[in-house]
């Protein structure tokens, strides 16, 4: 009756073993976070395997073969009660083979990749157990496993452990696994997309901006103001191509002057190929809320961008400013 309670046992060992290798892979990392902070014990220890991963592989992996094993050294005993020790053997082979695989492989890796969260945590403490039970062959394993790298050339083994894929990847996990929103998940993507998205994308061509040149009169600016309800206008000379500064209306208007070159201000000037993200850190830095998109050749400017204008690549459309 004992060797029918080892199979049992080896069986049981393989299954958990064989699920807690697949489960290690497919955990939610930001629900695994979270649980690090409220205090989890078996959160914090795959914290610690996640440094060193190898470590809990190679366990899981000397696990796993040492319960296959015992299963079918305990059942090839078990037939060797009834028929001759070749037949046993084969029989062993013929009838624990396609078990191992189907309930010992193939289910548990199936419900640790979809339940991973809910297993996982609770394969922990055979884990840790036997990461220090096995810890002489972990270490063995774990030197073998590098002499390949002494043979590769250093800048070879170098990889980046965040990527923008992978940053993608993770992005959606959390919003998968509701620690994130959908509207946060899509703010997040839009802001990682600023860095590849240039100026001349998101900016007002020139041809649909109102400006004036630097002769304009009062009366054209109340005019102006009056039906456009803008408070900076960019201000050209001669041509519109030549934009001299931008003009704030309020200032303006306020101090009912007839000249307006008193009151245009410099400008930050952009290149249309630049990258969102550096235009949002270039006005920010000059304090201006409005630039002027250039063609980069021989500076003559092709549109404008506004702080707003630069908010909306990451949260949207805002109706009102």
Not at 290 to 303: E, H, L, Q, S, W
């Amino acid at each position: 009756m004992t060797e029918y309670y080892l199979l049992i046992l080896a069986l049981c060992l393989s299954f958990l073993y064989s699920g807690s290798e697949t489960g290690f892979y497919c955990l939610n990392r930001i629900r695994l976070h979270y649980r690090e902070i409220k205090g989890w014990w078996s959160a914090r220890i795959i914290m610690r395997y996640l440094a060193e991963p190898q470590r809990l592989i190679c366990a899981i992996l000397i696990g796993n073969n040492v319960a296959n094993y015992l299963a079918t050294i305990v059942f090839t005993s078990i037939l060797m009660h009834k028929v001759s020790p070749a037949e046993a053997g084969l029989m062993a082979t013929l009838i624990l083979a396609p078990v191992l695989m189907i309930f010992c492989e193939i289910l548990p890796k199936s419900l640790f990749q979809r339940h991973a969260d809910n297993f996982f945590y609770k394969v922990v403490p055979l884990v840790e157990v036997s990461s220090r039970l096995f810890q002489p062959l972990v270490i063995l394993l774990g030197l073998t496993s590098r002499l390949p790298e002494y043979f590769i050339r250093a800048e070879a083994r170098q990889s980046p452990f965040f990527s923008p894929q992978r940053l993608s990847f993770l992005l959606e996990e959390g919003a998968e696994g509701g620690a994130l929103s959908m509207y946060q998940n899509i703010m997040a993507s839009n802001i990682m997309a600023m860095g590849q998205t240039p100026v001349g994308k998101v900016m007002i061509p020139l041809e649909e901006v109102t400006m004036v040149p630097d002769t304009v009169g009062p009366e054209t600016l109340k005019d102006i103001a009056r039906a456009k309800k803008f408070s900076r206008i960019p201000v050209y000379q001669r041509e519109r191509s030549k934009v001299v500064g931008i003009l704030t209306l309020l200032d303006f208007l306020r101090e009912d002057k007839k000249e307006v070159r008193p009151f245009v201000k410099p400008t930050v000037y952009l290149e249309a190929s630049l990258p969102v993200d550096d235009a949002l850190l270039r006005l920010r830095h000059s304090k201006q809320r409005m630039g002027i998109v250039t063609d980069g050749k021989d500076g003559r400017a092709v549109g404008i961008i506004t702080i707003k204008d630069l908010v909306e690549e990451v949260v949207g459309e805002l109706s009102v400013w």
